[in-house]
């Protein structure tokens, strides 16, 4: 019996290995039947470059040279209030107009400032190719080369006017559902009309036509044909989580340059951050050059030149309120943005000569900032403040005791 259930149990044993050894393996294949979806690069929801878009109506600010700008006073004027239109005829071909105007001057009683309209025709050269590319859609961020046709007109005690025409080489962004920031650099021929030059009437009969070459920074909102996303990547503009213990400023310049004329506007600053707190130490130098060559308004015919300058140094002790409020929702950080408060000291000097007369102004003291600082994309900020002060060496009836300043700055961080 014993010897039955050994082989039995033997036998099942060689059965089992047996059938061990010849199960088949089959592999197969499935086709995946769920969608594949394309990794949505932040660069395309920031600047909507996947967007298309044919209509665009644009509100901003402007910051370029006023060519007719006087030397009767100490407030330098770069920046135009202004709303344009630019509409798509070609994916890489636009053609928009703008109107703008500067904010007054405040030595007259009457209106003194310049009106400003232009024509441009855009070529995106390179949208074509990133259309095909799948990089971009049809809209208006991109690089451009552009033809410009502007008439600009200064209303002051009497009426001068200034037309140009010229090629510019940009680019355009647009950033979110709504922000919009435009650079360029062009080449233009421009004449003064009615026989002046620079808006001067001593020199009537002189060079009314003039080659210059000039720069334009344009930002602000713009409302066009694109759906609206109630899911906007702010922090990714924003830097919201990123700790920012210092850092340097440089201003995008305003530049117009020609054989006849000099015209400059920049700014650089450097600010740092006490600790982990929400109060900081800003030192910034404002600078405003012009200068321009003529020929004498004497017999001799001999070449004389006037210049203007205004250097403003300021040291800002800067409070930014609502930084740990904005932490604790997530809509801010530790960063160096926000709003401000800022208790100041600075310091003005403004010189000029005209016509041979020396003429210098100064204004030193203590005061009081409100501002906005806003850091955009990592390498570019924004800063908006106003100020107000008192003029310490206040001595005379014609130095005022108190000064008020409003700057707006727009560049790189470095």
Known sequence: MRNHIV?????????????????????????????????I?????????????????????GFYPDNLRRFYSSEIRNVTYEIGY??????????????????PYNYTPKFAGTFVANIQGKWYFDMDKRIRQEKSANNFTGNFLSAVYEHRTRYDWRRFELSRMGIEFGLQRRFLSQGRFEFAVGLFRQTYQNGYY?????????????????????????????????????????????????????????????????QLTTAFAYE??????????????????????????????????????QLQPIIQFRFYALQKRNIRKGT??????????????????????????YQSKQHFGPGLSLGYQQSIFKRVYVDIFGAM?????????????????LRIGFGLRI
């Open 198 to 262: 620079q808006a001067d009437e001593w020199l009537a009969g002189d060079q009314t036509t003039e080659l210059a070459i000039s720069t334009r920074t344009n930002i602000g909102l713009a409302i066009g044909d694109w759906k609206r996303t109630s899911r906007s990547p702010l922090c990714e503009i924003l830097n919201c989580e990123q700790f920012v213990q210092d850092q340097w400023k440089v201003s995008l310049p305003s530049l117009e340059l020609s054989l006849r004329k000099i």
């Open 389 to 405: 002060g008192r003029n310490l060496p206040s001595d005379s009836p014609d130095s005022p005791k108190r000064f008020g300043t």
């Open 86 to 103: 630019e509409y798509k005829i070609l994916p890489a071909v636009s053609i928009g107009v703008n109107i703008g105007v500067t904010n």
């Open 272 to 309: 740092r951050k006490f600790g982990q707190s929400p109060f900081s130490v800003n030192a910034q130098v404002f600078s405003d050059f012009r200068k321009e060559f003529r020929r004498s308004y004497k017999s001799d015919g001999n070449e004389v030149s006037d210049y203007t300058y």
């Open 332 to 357: 801010g950080g530790n960063n160096l943005s926000g709003i401000y408060f800022a208790p100041h000291v600075e310091f003005l000097r403004y010189t000029t000569t005209k016509w041979g007369h």
């Open 41 to 61: 690069d932040k660069y395309e929801n920031v600047f909507m470059t996947k967007v298309p878009t044919r209509h665009m109506l644009k509100f901003g600010l």
């Open 7 to 39: 082989l039995l149990c033997f036998t099942l044993a060689t059965q089992l290995v047996y059938s061990q050894d010849t199960i088949k393996v089959t592999f197969s294949q499935e086709t995946d039947t769920l969608t594949k979806q394309r990794f």
